[in-house]
């Protein structure tokens, strides 16, 4: 194979150098996040060549992009999850989750509800649903956020990558043309070690480390202050959590419900989607949760203004984030990477992840770096004999989880919720999602032997 061209080398050189110093910028010398990644996103753009006319426009289609898709889901998983804590709905599940799983198991209890709410929806989805119940668990168990937070961040993460049904694990079952069943089986065995290894055991390892503020704006804003009296029911609120999920579900499975093609058919689809089941779900909460409890509706009003306020800065740094990302991706730095792991003649498995990994590193995303590297190594997969399609999938979720580092928006979701510095971040959510990647890859490889 032709050596790597130089410009291919210089690019990553520069990609590294420019994600090290927007680290140092944010980190050591305390400027601004969102100013820091605009200027070295197109500082990189000017570097590595791209016409000037473009570097501006690369860098507003990678906000809009995370934008579009997470600014939605963020106000009105937010507004769902203030109805949840002023109602009190959030304090009757995290009573019974801590009485079913005992006050000193609450990480093993948050991975467990990951695990099950993240199933359908993307990590972003899920994540807004579930910190409500996690920082009212902190709360009332005086659990530390981070010993609690990264096994709930952990088992979201791995159902984005690994499981089926969920949107992201589906396409590249679907690309590489394997069986959605035994996928599921195989991301099960090796997602579920995964996610205790990489949520509740690390966590009781870092969480002494990490000292965090004693404030927290997001969790003021989404968890109660105070004991309450009359709560709501455990499976009413239950349900206020859960029907999002239920209509994504619904949503996933509409061509088993109906006529693809048919009105049902259509209706199906737009209530399961992730950004419509949030609405449902927010609506749903102001008419069980607000007015049948008693709320006013200016009061109901209210709460759904005031708790939008602390997530515009958060939104904001997704959507940088985004930016330098797609920065990273226009300016070839992904077509370099691509590359570089081509060059290597390595064995499939190891190449499906080594390819996810270092365009998920690149991009920030994990469903472009599961699709990108699925759709480079499926042609070569079927035509080798041997092949067991389900696992290369499952490796390639495993890469894509690699590192989330600053041009990921669930890096900022995560610290900006729970309050954390870049350093400390990257300490504890990237360790989490690097270790869901190297388990997922020994796993699977273990597995491909004895399949």
């Known amino acids: 194979m032709a050596a790597i061209d130089s410009h291919s080398v210089f690019l990553l050189l520069a990609a590294l150098i420019s994600v090290l110093a927007l680290i140092f910028l944010i980190a050591v ?4 996040p969102v100013i820091t990644l605009l200027v070295t996103a197109l500082s990189l753009a000017v570097v590595a060549g791209m016409p000037m006319p473009t570097v501006i426009h690369s860098f507003e289609a990678g906000v ?3 934008l579009g898709h ?3 889901i963020v106000a009105l998983g937010t507004m769902l999850g203030k109805m949840m804590a002023e109602s009190g709905a959030s304090d009757r599940i995290a009573y019974t989750l801590i009485r079913f799983f005992g006050e000193k198991n609450v990480p093993w209890a948050m991975v467990t509800i990951a695990l099950i709410v993240g199933l359908p929806a993307f990590f972003e989805v899920g994540f807004v649903l579930l910190v409500p119940i996690l920082f009212t668990v902190a709360r009332r168990t005086n659990t530390s956020l981070v010993l609690a937070g990264i096994p709930m961040v952990a088992g979201l993460s791995v159902v984005h990558g690994l499981v089926p049904p969920h949107p992201a694990a589906m396409l590249a079952v679907t690309i590489f043309k394997a069986d959605v069943g035994r996928t599921i089986f195989y991301a099960l065995l090796i997602g579920i070690p995964s996610a ?15 000292e965090l503020p004693e404030q927290n704006p997001m969790a003021d804003q989404l968890s109660a202050q105070e004991e309450r009296q009359n709560l709501p029911g455990f499976w009413l609120s239950v349900l206020a959590i859960v029907l999002p999920v239920l209509l994504m579900l619904i949503g996933s499975w509409a061509d088993a419900f109906s006529q693809p093609g048919s009105t049902a058919n259509s209706v199906l689809r737009l209530v399961g989607n992730d950004d419509m ?4 779900g927010a609506l749903f909460s102001f008419v069980t949760l607000g007015v049948m409890r008693g709320f006013s509706r200016e009061t109901i009003l209210r709460f759904s203004n005031e708790c939008l ?13 985004g930016g330098f990302g797609r920065v990273l991706q226009d300016c070839g730095v992904s077509n370099a990477i ?3 792991a081509l060059h290597g003649h390595v064995p499939l498995i190891l190449l499906a992840w080594l390819l996810a990994a270092l365009i998920r590193l690149a991009t920030g995303s994990s469903t472009v770096a599961m699709t990108t590297a699925a759709s480079i190594v499926a042609p070569i997969a079927l035509a080798t004999p041997g092949v067991h399609p389900e696992l290369l999938a499952i490796a390639t979720g495993s890469g894509a989880l690699i590192f989330s580092h600053v041009n990921d928006g669930g890096f900022w979701l995560v610290k900006e919720y729970y309050n954390m510095s870049v350093v400390q971040t990257m300490k504890t959510w990237s360790v989490c999602e690097t ?6 890859l020994a796993f699977t490889a273990v597995l491909w032997h004895f399949a």
């Open 70 to 72: 997470v600014a939605i």
């Open 29 to 32: 010398v305390k400027l601004n």
């Open 309 to 321: 306020a602390p997530t515009a800065a958060i939104t904001l740094l997704i959507g940088a984030g």
């Open 64 to 66: 809009g992009g995370v």
């Open 435 to 440: 270790i869901v990647a190297v388990m997922g």
């Open 277 to 280: 089941a949030l609405l449902i």
């Open 196 to 210: 205790i290894v990489a949520g509740p055991l690390y966590a009781m390892l870092i969480a002494p480390r990490i």
């Open 338 to 340: 691509m590359a570089v």
